[in-house]
C-alpha cells in the first residue's frame, strides 16, 4: 500500500496526523464500497480458479483506488460540491446530463444488485431464510440506516458504516489464521498475467468491484457532507482562500483514505488468498453457497460462519453507501430530489426481480462487477479533468505527475475493459 505522503499533489507541507481524529471518517465510510460482495464473489471466484494468480491485480486495483479516492475527497473538501454537482453545472445541455445521468444511474443499479443479493445470500446461508424474502429484508436495514444518516446527519451514519466496516475485517480475515496461505505462491502471484478470457474477466470484475464508480462519486459527497470549503455546501470566496484550513482537512483526508484503502486492502487480498489456499479444486466453489460450503468442510463451522456474518456486514454496509450514492448522482444531475423510500424501492427491484426468478446468485454478482469496470471512465476522466483544473481546484490542483497517474490509471482501466469485450466476442 502506498504511504500517507505517496502523493503530494497539492503545496501542503508534510506532517504528522491531526489531533483532531473526528476530521476522518468519510474515507472509511466511501471504503466500504471496496468490501461489498461483489468483492467478495469476485475474489473467491478468482482465488477458487485461478489460485494467486490475480494477486497482482487487487494490489494493483487498491493502489489506483488511493489515488482515486484521494482525489474525489480533494474536489468534495476544496469546492464544497460533490463530482455529480460539479459535472451538472459543466454539462449545460440537458440532454447531456440526462445521459450522463443513466449511465451512473445504470451503474448505481448494478451496485445495488450486488449488495442486496449479497446481504441475502448470506441470510440464507445464516438462517436458511429464502433468498427473496433476505433480499427485501436487506433492502430495509439499508433503509433504516439512510434514515440515520437524513435524520441525525453524518457523523452517526459513519459510526454505523465504519462498525460493519470492522465486523467485516474480522470476520474475513479470520479463515487466514486457520489456513494461512503459502508465501511464494503469493510472491509469484505478483507477476502481472493472465491465462485466458475467464482470468480477464475476473480481472475487470476485480477491478469494477474495487474501484467502484459509486464510489467516486458518493466520497466527494460525503466530504462536501462533512467539510465543504466552508462548513457548508455553498463555498464563498472567504472559504477558497482559508488555506489553513484546507490544508489541515486534506492532510487529514490523506491519513483518512490511507486507512480505509489499507483495510479494504487487506480484506480483498485476505479473500482472494483464502480461497487460493482452500478452495482451489474443490468442486462448487464458483458460488457463494459453495465457497460456504467447502469452508465449513475444509476449516469447520467456525470459520463459514464468519465468513457469512461478514458478507450480511458487507450487504448491509455497502448497499447503504451505493443508495447514498445513488440519491447524489440524480440530485447532481437532473437536480431533483425524491423520496427516499420511493428511490429505494426502484433500485431494489432489480435485485429483488433476479432473486425472484431464480438466476444464480453469485454469477449476477461477477457481472454486476464487470458492468460497474465499463462505468469506471465515465467517473474517473472527468474527476482527473476538474482536479487538475486550477479555474475548479485553485492552487490545490493537481500536480503535474498526479494528473499523469490518474491518466495512466484511467487508460490501463479503458485497455483492460477493451480486450475483454474483445476475448468475450471473439471467444478466445
Known amino acids: 500500500m502506498p504511504k500517507t505522503a505517496a502523493i503530494d499533489d497539492t503545496p501542503v507541507a508534510r506532517t504528522t496526523p491531526p489531533r483532531s481524529l473526528w476530521l476522518l471518517g468519510p474515507a472509511l465510510v466511501a471504503g466500504v464500497a471496496y468490501l461489498d460482495p461483489g468483492n467478495v464473489a469476485s475474489n473467491m471466484t478468482a482465488g477458487a480458479q485461478y489460485g494467486y494468480l490475480l494477486v497482482w491485480v487487487v494490489i494493483a486495483g487498491n493502489v489506483m483506488a488511493w489515488l482515486i479516492q484521494y482525489l474525489s475527497a480533494k474536489l468534495g473538501v476544496v469546492t464544497g460540491q460533490s463530482l455529480p454537482e460539479v459535472l451538472g453545472s459543466r454539462l449545460t445541455k440537458p440532454w447531456a446530463r440526462r445521459a450522463y445521468w443513466l449511465q451512473a444511474e ?3 443499479m448494478a451496485t445495488d444488485l450486488a449488495e442486496v443479493i449479497g446481504g441475502a ?3 440464507h446461508l445464516l438462517f436458511d431464510i429464502p433468498l427473496l424474502l433476505g433480499g427485501l429484508i436487506t433492502g430495509a436495514v439499508s433503509m433504516a440506516l439512510l434514515v440515520v444518516q437524513s435524520r441525525r446527519g453524518p457523523r452517526p451514519f459513519e459510526f454505523v458504516i465504519i462498525a460493519l466496516m470492522a465486523i467485516i475485517t474480522v470476520a474475513f480475515i479470520a479463515g487466514l489464521f486457520v489456513a494461512p496461505p503459502d508465501a511464494a505462491s503469493v510472491v509469484g502471484g505478483l507477476l502481472p498475467r493472465f491465462e485466458g478470457t475467464g482470468s480477464v474477466l475476473l480481472a475487470a470484475s476485480i477491478l469494477g468491484a474495487t474501484i467502484m ?10 466530504t462536501r457532507d462533512r467539510f465543504g470549503a466552508a462548513g457548508t455546501h455553498a463555498p464563498t470566496e472567504a472559504a477558497r482562500t482559508d488555506t489553513s484550513r484546507i490544508r489541515r482537512l486534506l492532510t487529514a483526508t490523506r491519513w483518512d483514505v490511507s486507512i480505509a484503502m489499507l483495510i479494504a486492502g487487506t480484506v480483498n487480498l485476505g479473500i482472494l488468498l483464502l480461497a487460493a489456499a482452500n478452495l482451489a479444486g474443490v468442486e462448487g466453489t464458483d458460488s457463494l453457497k459453495g465457497a460456504h460450503a467447502a469452508l465449513a468442510s475444509g476449516l ?3 470459520v ?7 458478507l450480511l456486514a458487507s450487504g448491509l454496509a455497502s448497499t447503504s453507501v451505493g443508495a447514498y450514492a445513488g440519491a447524489e448522482i440524480m440530485h447532481g444531475l437532473l437536480r431533483v430530489r425524491i423520496p427516499l423510500l420511493a428511490r429505494r424501492l426502484v433500485t431494489l427491484m432489480p435485485a429483488l426481480v433476479i432473486l425472484g426468478v431464480g438466476v444464480d446468485p453469485t454469477l449476477a454478482l461477477v457481472l454486476s462487477q464487470v458492468v460497474l469496470s465499463f462505468g469506471i471512465p465515465f467517473a474517473l476522466i472527468p474527476l482527473v479533468a476538474l482536479t487538475a483544473q486550477r479555474r475548479t481546484l485553485g492552487e490545490w490542483a493537481n500536480r503535474a505527475w ?3 497517474a490518474g491518466v495512466v490509471a484511467s487508460v490501463l482501466l479503458i485497455a483492460l475493459n477493451a480486450a475483454l469485450l474483445w476475448l468475450v ?3 478466445a
Do not use: D, E, K, R
Not at 213 to 222: G, K, N, Q, V, W
Not at 304 to 310: D, S
Open 213 to 222: 464508480p459509486h464510489a467516486i462519486y458518493a466520497h466527494s459527497s460525503l
Open 121 to 123: 445470500v448470506a441470510l
Open 402 to 404: 498526479t494528473t499523469v
Open 304 to 310: 463459514a460462519t464468519f465468513f457469512a456474518v461478514g
Open 300 to 302: 469447520g463451522p467456525v
Open 425 to 427: 466476442l471473439s471467444g
Open 106 to 108: 445504470l451503474v448505481a
